[in-house]
């Protein structure tokens, strides 16, 4: 049997025995808990990424920025001795059991991906059926991010090198980029406003976003414009590119290399001449 299925079935379980034996009013403070420490976790992380242009600092300050607020509400409710009588009444139980349910399946969320992107159990992740669900919503919560213009740290490892591109092996966090907002970015090849496609799961538990240019076909993660090429590897197409050789998507391939066409718009934005 898939090791992944009991440990969801296992996981979800103990999520739903721990809120009904905490009572409904204390369930309810748990997701409070959990809301407010994503929002302090973000925060953190935006202002100290703003500030040290550094990921790393930036991730932990949202690691300490979620247990921060996570604990200290603990601490403040086990201060008070807030547990009301009506919380712990029998049908109280049933709704404290439904939101350790929801709790289960938000934690099994974030840490199947994970998992997922482990060498030791990715496989497993990948051929879970309970897990599918899970990964096929990765891709929409993805979407969100990007229409919110959420600033989270990375949802997804990428490589840091376009050589890199397409390895199951070489990734690395790194800040995300929006790439909805790279929607009619310039097409390297034919220099026409490409099209946002969406993000799709491309192997396993991995998700890339997927742009298509109207006029020649060419599909790409956005490597294939020169906007994007310059979000994603802070370098410009044209420099990436070595004699002799033409570039393509490692992701979404085209077999069909080439060499970026004219000035890139933008280091050069007005086409302005030398
Ligand atoms: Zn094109
Ligand atoms: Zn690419």
Redesign the pocket.
């Known amino acids: 049997m898939n090791p992944v299925d009991p440990a969801i079935v296992l996981l979800v379980g103990l999520a739903v025995f721990a809120e009904v034996r905490r009572g409904l009013a204390l369930a309810l403070v748990d997701v409070g808990r959990l809301v407010l420490g994503l929002v302090g976790g973000m925060l953190a992380y935006m202002l100290v990424f703003s500030l040290s242009h550094d990921y790393l600092a930036g991730l932990i300050a949202f690691s300490v920025g979620v247990t921060g607020v996570v604990a200290g509400l603990a601490a403040l409710v086990r201060a008070l001795e807030f547990n009301p009588g009506w919380g712990r009444r029998w049908i109280a139980r049933v709704g404290a059991g439904v939101i350790g349910l929801g709790l289960g399946l938000c934690i099994s969320f974030v840490i199947l991906p994970v998992l997922g992107r482990l060498p030791g159990s990715s496989d497993a992740v990948a051929q879970s059926r309970l897990a599918r669900p899970f990964l096929e919503a990765v891709p929409k919560l993805h979407h969100a991010a990007d229409v919110l213009n959420l600033d989270l740290p990375q949802l997804s490892s990428r490589p840091a090198l376009?050589e890199e591109?397409?390895s199951r092996t070489i990734t690395e966090l790194g800040p995300r980029v929006n790439f909805m907002r790279l929607d009619g970015a310039m097409c390297i090849e034919c220099r026409s406003a490409v099209k946002f496609e969406g993000y799709f799961r491309t192997a396993g538990v991995r998700v890339?976003p997927r742009f298509r240019c109207p006029n020649c076909g060419r599909v790409?993660?956005?490597?294939?414009t020169f906007e994007?090429f310059h979000a994603?590897y802070g370098v410009c197409p044209q420099e990436a590119v070595r004699p002799g050789f033409g570039l393509?998507?490692?992701?979404?391939s085209n077999d069909r290399p080439v060499l970026p066409l004219g000035d890139c718009p933008v280091d050069r934005p007005n086409g302005s001449e030398e």
């Open positions: 376009f591109e397409g890339s790409s993660d956005g490597c294939q994007g994603m393509d998507c490692g992701v979404w």
